[in-house]
């Protein structure tokens, strides 16, 4: 079975440019979560999504939006990027929406390098 | 808020060292404690998850413990093999709230040496 899949892989823009991330979770799993790890951190929470519905979202700015499709699959923007938002995103997976019940399962991560 | 911290931030050993890795926590009201693994440029691959009803958790050479009223945790690894060499990151989630985001700590870049 396939895990959580992230697409691209790398990533370059320059500032002020727009990015679009893709996720596609486990087989079966409704939930989706994204975070941002910039180098020498650890990750920080952005979002979770699940049934299409924002059900969190992290201490981020507006720049950053998602979205969940009915394949549960996900897209997360970042707008007007700025060198900071140079980083590895991590999207991970869940089968409910109770991130304390259900395990997450993390994907490779797209890494963004915003020049 | 939260805080995770993990130290030291990097680690080198001797292939065949039994090592502990540390985490400290500033909430004790966590609902479970999870120990994650990431090589360089990947993702994370979760290693052991502790309830925080339970006190440790085992996985072949690793074992995982929890002192919850402390706000600690400790990562065994036994006897340790060059391919163990990567980041280990602890993360913790809080005890209440559907939404319940993992806190994670910087992680502890371990290198075992052959």
Same mark, same amino acid.
């Given at each position: ?5 992230? /697409? ?16 596609? +979770? ?16 650890? +990750? ?16 981020? +700015?507006?720049?950053?939006? =998602?979205?969940?499709? +009915? ?15 140079? =980083? ?11 991130? =304390? ?11 963004? /390098?915003?020049? | 808020? #939260? ?5 030291? *931030? ?15 926590? !500033? ?17 994370? !691959? ?32 036994? *006897?340790? #093999?060059?391919?163990?060499?990567? !980041? ?9 709230? *559907?939404?319940?985001?993992? !806190? ?11």
């Amino acid at each position: 079975d396939a895990g959580v899949t992230q /697409s691209p892989t790398h990533l370059i823009k320059t500032r002020g440019q727009h990015v679009t991330l893709r996720c596609s +979770p486990i087989s079966g799993h409704k939930s989706v979560s994204w975070y941002q790890q910039v180098l020498g951190q650890g +990750p920080q929470f952005i979002f979770q999504y699940y049934e299409k519905e924002e059900r969190g979202r992290g201490n981020f +700015p507006d720049r950053f939006s =998602a979205r969940q499709f +009915p394949n549960y699959s996900s897209e997360l923007n970042v707008n007007a990027l700025l060198l900071g938002d140079s =980083a590895l995103y991590l999207c991970a997976s869940s089968l409910g929406p109770h991130l =304390a019940k259900n395990i997450q399962y993390f994907g490779a991560g797209t890494r963004l /390098s915003v020049l | 808020k #939260q805080e995770v911290t993990q130290i030291p *931030a990097a680690l080198s050993v001797p292939e065949g060292e039994n090592l502990v890795l540390n985490c400290s926590f !500033t909430d004790s009201a966590i609902y479970n404690l999870q120990w994650f693994r990431q090589d360089p440029g990947k993702g994370l !691959t979760s290693l052991l998850l502790i309830q925080s009803s339970q006190r440790e958790q085992t996985s072949g050479r690793l074992n995982a413990s929890l002192d919850k009223s402390s706000g600690r945790s400790t990562l065994y690894i036994a *006897a340790s #093999q060059p391919g163990d060499s990567a !980041t280990y990151l602890c993360a913790v989630r809080r005890e209440t709230g *559907a939404n319940s985001k993992l !806190t994670f700590g910087k992680g502890i870049t371990l290198s075992v040496r052959p």
